[in-house]
């Protein structure tokens, strides 16, 4: 299951680029039709693997230390070199891909009132995100969960510190601040 998410983002990237490259250069009802069912389909995959990773995630963060860059952008040390070189790789290629075609339609664009199919392409690296939070949310290997300083009423207790600090009676702090509206 590891290799198959890969695989996806990867074979899904190369499909992005030889459909949405050569038909940022042709003008034809047929490439512009293509190019926006392509990009919508991978932001749809994406969106669905960006929502369906938070589950995931937050069931594993009751015991790991997951960050939102850790799960998305594969920081730190959670993912392999190997794995982490290509799903950014496929993320990089996404942007750079979505960033030219993009380009392209706008400065091929003679009818200001007409739509801009290569716009869409813009949308696509929502998959490289999406499929990258999937793998790490699985697989990654994240540190423990550091516990959380021990709190008293609102205040956070110094570590070490066993007096608590004054905290103001509600009623008291209620009386004080009637006066202000």
């Known amino acids: 299951m590891k290799t198959r998410i890969i695989t996806l983002?990867?074979?899904?990237?190369?499909?992005?680029?030889?459909?949405v490259l050569p038909a940022?250069?042709?003008?034809?009802?047929?490439?512009?039709?293509?190019?926006?069912?392509l990009c919508m389909t991978l932001f749809a995959v994406g969106t669905f693997g960006f929502l369906a990773s938070f589950p995931t995630a937050f069931e594993?963060?009751?015991?790991?230390?997951?960050?939102?860059?850790?799960?998305?952008?594969?920081?730190?040390?959670?993912?392999?070199?190997?794995?982490?070189?290509?799903?950014?790789?496929?993320?990089?290629?996404?942007?750079?891909?979505?960033?030219t075609v993009a380009s392209i339609g706008i400065s091929r664009q003679q009818n200001a009132n007409r739509?801009?199919?290569?716009?869409?392409?813009?949308?696509?690296?929502?998959?490289?995100?999406?499929?990258?939070?999937?793998w790490a949310a699985r697989y990654g290997k994240f540190g423990p969960r550091i516990p959380a300083p021990e709190r008293v009423g609102r205040h956070v207790a110094p570590a070490g510190d066993s007096e608590t600090p004054d905290i103001p009676d509600n009623d008291v702090e209620m009386e004080q601040n009637s006066s202000h509206g």
């Open 60 to 99: 594993r963060s009751r015991r790991d230390e997951i960050g939102a860059a850790n799960l998305y952008l594969l920081t730190g040390d959670a993912t392999p070199k190997n794995v982490k070189r290509k799903m950014l790789g496929a993320l990089l290629v996404q942007v750079a891909v979505a960033i």
């Open 115 to 134: 739509l801009n199919p290569m716009a869409f392409a813009v949308l696509v690296p929502m998959l490289g995100f999406g499929l990258n939070g999937v």
């Open 24 to 37: 940022a250069f042709v003008d034809a009802g047929w490439s512009d039709a293509a190019t926006i069912a």
């Open 9 to 19: 983002n990867l074979s899904a990237t190369v499909l992005f680029a030889a459909v």
